[in-house]
């Protein structure tokens, strides 16, 4: 049987994530250091853009597009925005750096033994939630009827894959601008995730329910048909 993928390759959120992009990359030439230490800049601004994710997802189940069955995933991502939000403070260990910018144990600190059961009990009823609502039916149901926004995908696959290079096997290439180049590219990463879910919620053209098949070019992006045969 003949089954057709439809791609948007790029929307306008996606041609932004693309601009932001290229500001990373300018950023890592110009930004001092420092600006990706901890509590710096950069990492304020990852939190801001992640504490942006949580409020989108709560605006499309208001306001959004898509349907109600929809709606109560972007509900359940809220946990994840959450997580990403305490791990991009180290679960609180950012808060209590002293003066020559140490960071204590998270073992040392009053919270910390309740951290990791915490973030586990989280992981277990998000992912028992998105069970529930059905999110491998509703992506394969997207992949059938809607119209996929593969521009952040590409840009959010590739600036996560860069991050983690850099954070784990650079082993020093990028010399005291290693952690200004890694949260920069997470930065990347976070703000594609976030133009993403714009995009979802509130795109009609790329929605499964919508029926319409848009001329190429149309909402700034070039559709294009993926088809294979299906045993």
Known sequence: MLKKLRFLMMTPCAWMALIIAGCAIFGAVELPPYWGCENGPIELLQLV????????????????????DYKKLFLW????????????????RDLYINSAGEMPR?????FGPVVHPTV???CIITLLGLVKC???????????????????????IVAGVIATWIEHYS??????????FEELTELVCYSAMLLLMIDVGFNKIIQ??????????ASGGLIFVVSHDRQ
């Open 171 to 180: 082993h020093g290439l990028f010399g005291g601008s290693e952690e200004l």
């Open 49 to 68: 853009i992640l504490g942006c994710c949580c409020v989108v997802a709560l605006l499309v189940v208001n306001f959004g597009v898509v349907t109600k």
């Open 120 to 122: 586990g009990v989280i």
């Open 134 to 156: 059905g999110v491998w039916p509703k992506m394969c149901n997207w992949l059938k009827q809607g119209i996929v926004p593969l521009g952040e995908i590409v840009i959010i």
């Open 77 to 92: 991502s809220i946990p994840i925005w959450v997580l990403l939000i305490g791990r991009e403070i180290s679960w609180g």
């Open 208 to 217: 499964p329910s919508s029926g319409v098949v848009p001329k190429s070019g």
């Open 106 to 110: 998270l073992a040392d600190l009053w």
